[in-house]
């Protein structure tokens, strides 16, 4: 069975630029998740989905990052305009959340590079 | 709020070695679940292990085991036979529990464990 896909695997651009991940969760889960990895401060919730719906989005960073679950198998997440302290690397992962006590299953992340 | 602490930033063994790496964590809740993440220079985050609250009995997993201390708030990874491809950083993560759905998954810092042949 397919993992969670998450695409680009490597982006880099520069300063300014509007930058959209994009990720596919596991077919039939039906919680997403967006984190971000830094060397400073590891590993960290941005936002997730429950049936489509952000429960928590107190991990955004600021107004640049919107976050977007259309349908149940795609999300992405925005930054514009993108600054070179978003460099990390960004983590989708789903879940079948339905009771709370699934694992996460994460994709392969986005390096993203912001010169 | 809770809070994920893993203290050793690194550790090294030789192969087939065991190693424990240590976590203790701070919550004020009583339904909640622990997992260990392991994740190699390929970059990938994957599941070793998880642990519910209210199990006493500790989860194993292969060569894998965790001993969880739940008054200490204490949940540390065992393992065992250690192999070259255990190397990798691994995190110590909790999630609350509960029938609201999925919850998120608060990280330790993580700890650095290699592998020497």
């Known amino acids: 069975d397919a993992g969670v896909i998450q695409s680009p695997r490597h982006e880099v651009t520069e300063m300014g630029q509007e930058v959209t991940l994009r990720c596919k969760p596991i077919s039939g889960h039906n919680s997403l998740f967006w984190y971000r990895q830094t060397m400073m401060r590891g590993l960290e919730l941005l936002i997730y989905?429950?049936?489509?719906?952000?429960?928590?989005d107190s991990g955004m960073p600021e107004d640049r990052f919107s976050a977007k679950m259309p349908n149940a198998s795609f999300s992405t997440l925005k930054i514009q305009p993108s600054e070179p302290r978003d460099s990390a690397v960004y983590f989708c992962?789903?879940?079948?959340?339905?009771?709370?006590?699934?694992?996460?299953?994460f994709g392969d992340g986005t390096r993203l590079s912001i010169l | 709020a809770q809070t994920v602490t893993q203290s050793q930033p690194e550790m090294s063994v030789q192969e087939a070695e065991t190693v424990t790496l240590s976590c203790t964590y701070d919550?004020?809740?009583?339904?909640?679940?622990l997992f260990w993440y392991k994740q190699p220079p390929s970059r990938q985050m994957i599941l070793v292990i998880r642990?519910?609250?209210?199990?006493?009995q500790n989860a194993t997993e292969n060569r894998f085991s965790v001993n969880f201390q739940k008054a200490a708030k204490s949940f540390s990874l065992k393992i065992s036979d250690s192999q070259l491809g255990d190397t990798a950083m691994y995190f110590c993560a909790f999630m609350k529990g509960g029938n609201q759905g999925a919850q998120k998954l608060v990280f330790g810092q993580g700890t650095r464990l290699t592998i020497n042949p």
């Open positions: 989905f429950n049936n489509n719906v952000p429960i928590d």
């Open positions: 919550t004020s809740e009583s339904n909640y679940y």
């Open positions: 992962a789903s879940s079948l959340g339905t009771l709370g006590n699934q694992p996460q299953h």
């Open positions: 642990q519910e609250a209210y199990k006493q």
